[in-house]
């Protein structure tokens, strides 16, 4: 297998756009994230001034993995907001510099601070204790005064003294985090700061809390480039069916993702992806032609998707996996699990269609939508009218992930004529779905206007004691909107299936 950096991939072409009648809701949440990048070592440094980039600082750039950015630096801080006793035990008479990163426009942000001076030690103590004693801070953001809510963190095993901490708020309807990890040194007292759409992986924000510890003490950091799958990086497996790229992260019983229609495997929700990761290995990949995926000999096909995707199981040596697919995916999944039943343990099928015969067909409204490359994506074709803040969160979920290159226009048009293929009832293995004796999965979102709610039911109908779960005011993208309690279900079927 050969591997490339990160940095050569991403998602640009692909990551939603909002035009200027949609997206009100979207640009809204993405102002409150920019300013969330702002709150520096915790809800102490709230109100950061942006200053030169060459102030002193505890990690560069080169020691970070993925595709991070200097966002700004400073030595001092604006104000204290709503506990200044916190504040004091820091700032007053101790230099405090401040260096922060960000991925794509705003989030995940990362922000480092060096606490320097006399009696470290005993500002410290002020510091923990006046911490423990502020339950509910209250801090300017988006000039806005909002209030976090604390929670106590497990911290990494560095550093003579340590503490962690959560905040967490909703702004805009999204739900935001920032976690915190504080350590005392013979030289200073460090704190990294990490926030997120949603609570980050405890490894994450103590990877990073380790490093800038390291850099610190005159040791060369190493920060793992697999902490979230948007800085995970693209791998090329080379298989007995052609080249596919992929990307994974975590460890633990295996969980294959397969990616719908026309979009690369940047288009899955992080914090999805990083939540099933918490136990699991999970693996995300390139389908045939797009990316560095070999194409598959002669005409596209779902069967021919659905080999290659065994392939790369196999290639991988991933054993019997769980095997998630999204829209065309869940097609894509379906044929694996007929013709290929050695490499699948559980399915989960999400958002897609049977092959059985006559279906409800997508509204024509929507198919417009889909083969437009400029309004693909667009909010009502993923999530429903009323849910722009969770479109916004998509929107900034995604654009983590580096540039991505468009799937060209002719392996669109193959994918369409062989999810065409499959809706005709044509294809073998569509017709044999009721062969299936796997664990399945069959969920959607109540309000998918991509995939009418009638293919869901016929699903998993014909598949013997699949469970049919919807999850209401959720469109196609559900998984999105419903992260979290998707993955949890998802974690769920994998215990069953041991």
């Known amino acids: 297998m050969s591997a490339r950096g990160p940095t050569a991939r991403g998602l640009a072409t692909y990551a939603p756009k909002v035009t200027r009648d949609e997206g009100v809701a979207a640009g809204r949440v993405t102002r409150v994230v920019g300013a969330l990048a702002l709150v520096a070592a915790s809800f102490v440094a709230a109100g950061l001034a942006a200053g030169a980039s060459s102030a002193p600082h505890l990690l560069t750039l080169s020691e970070l993995p993925g595709p991070w950015r200097v966002a700004g630096s400073s030595t001092s801080t604006s104000e204290s907001g709503s506990c200044p006793a916190v504040h004091n035990a820091l700032f007053n008479n101790h230099t405090v510099r401040i260096q922060t990163f960000t991925q794509g426009?705003?989030?995940?942000?990362?922000?480092?601070?060096?606490?320097?001076?006399?009696?470290?030690?005993?500002?410290?103590?002020?510091?923990?204790?006046?911490?423990?004693?502020?339950?509910?801070?209250?801090?300017?953001?988006?000039?806005?005064?909002?209030?976090?809510?604390?929670?106590?963190?497990?911290?990494?095993?560095?550093?003579?003294?340590?503490?962690?901490?959560?905040?967490?708020?909703?702004?805009?309807?999204?739900?935001?985090?920032?976690?915190?990890?504080?350590?005392?040194?013979?030289?200073?007292?460090?704190?990294?700061?990490?926030?997120?759409?949603?609570?980050?992986?405890p490894t994450i924000v103590a990877a990073y809390a380790t490093a800038a510890y390291h850099r610190l003490s005159g040791v060369s950091p190493r920060v793992p480039s697999d902490l979230t799958i948007t800085t995970a990086p693209v791998e090329v497996a080379h298989t007995s069916d052609g080249s596919v790229a992929y990307?994974?992260?975590?460890?633990?019983?295996?969980?294959?993702?397969?990616?719908?229609?026309?979009?690369?495997?940047?288009?899955?929700?992080?914090?999805?992806?990083?939540?099933?990761?918490?136990?699991?290995?999970?693996?995300v990949f390139d389908n045939a032609g797009v990316g560095e995926t070999s194409a598959v000999r002669g005409p596209l096909s779902i069967q021919k998707m659905a080999d290659q995707t065994a392939a790369l199981i196999a290639t991988l040596r991933l054993g019997r996996c769980v095997v998630v697919g999204w829209s065309m995916g869940g097609m894509v999944a379906q044929a694996l699990a007929v013709t290929h039943p050695g490499e699948v343990r559980a399915l989960v099928l999400m958002a897609t269609f049977p092959g059985t015969g006559p279906i409800e067909r997508t509204p024509q409204?929507?198919?417009?939508?889909?083969?437009?490359?400029?309004?693909?994506?667009?909010?009502?074709?993923?999530?429903?009218?009323?849910?722009?803040?969770?479109?916004?969160?998509?929107?900034?979920?995604?654009?983590?992930?580096?540039?991505?290159?468009?799937?060209?226009?002719?392996?669109?048009?193959?994918?369409?004529?062989?999810?065409?293929?499959?809706?005709?009832?044509?294809?073998?293995?569509?017709?044999?779905?009721?062969?299936?004796?796997?664990?399945?999965?069959?969920?959607?979102?109540?309000?998918?206007?991509?995939?009418?709610?009638?293919?869901?039911?016929?699903?998993?109908?014909?598949?013997?004691?699949?469970?049919?779960?919807?999850?209401?005011?959720?469109?196609?993208?559900f998984f999105s909107q419903r992260w979290l309690a998707v993955s949890t279900g998802v974690a769920a079927l994998v215990g069953r299936a041991r």
């Open 105 to 201: 426009p705003a989030l995940p942000s990362l922000t480092e601070a060096v606490v320097t001076g006399a009696h470290l030690k005993r500002a410290w103590r002020a510091f923990r204790s006046a911490s423990r004693a502020c339950t509910a801070p209250r801090v300017k953001i988006a000039g806005k005064w909002t209030t976090l809510h604390p929670s106590a963190i497990t911290p990494p095993s560095i550093g003579r003294a340590r503490a962690g901490i959560s905040y967490s708020f909703t702004r805009s309807g999204v739900a935001l985090v920032v976690d915190s990890i504080e350590v005392l040194s013979a030289r200073a007292i460090t704190t990294v700061d990490y926030a997120a759409l949603a609570t980050p992986s």
């Open 247 to 283: 990307r994974s992260i975590g460890a633990g019983p295996p969980i294959v993702l397969v990616m719908g229609y026309a979009a690369p495997m940047e288009v899955w929700d992080p914090r999805f992806v990083d939540a099933l990761a918490q136990g699991h290995r999970v693996v």
């Open 365 to 477: 409204d929507v198919v417009k939508a889909l083969t437009d490359p400029k309004a693909r994506l667009a909010p009502y074709t993923l999530f429903p009218k009323d849910q722009r803040a969770a479109y916004g969160a998509f929107e900034i979920a995604l654009s983590g992930y580096p540039p991505t290159p468009a799937v060209p226009a002719a392996l669109e048009a193959a994918q369409r004529n062989a999810i065409l293929e499959w809706w005709s009832g044509r294809v073998p293995a569509a017709r044999r779905v009721g062969t299936i004796h796997v664990p399945t999965l069959v969920a959607d979102g109540r309000a998918d206007l991509v995939d009418p709610s009638a293919n869901s039911s016929a699903l998993a109908r014909l598949i013997p004691g699949a469970r049919l779960v919807w999850y209401p005011d959720a469109g196609h993208a």
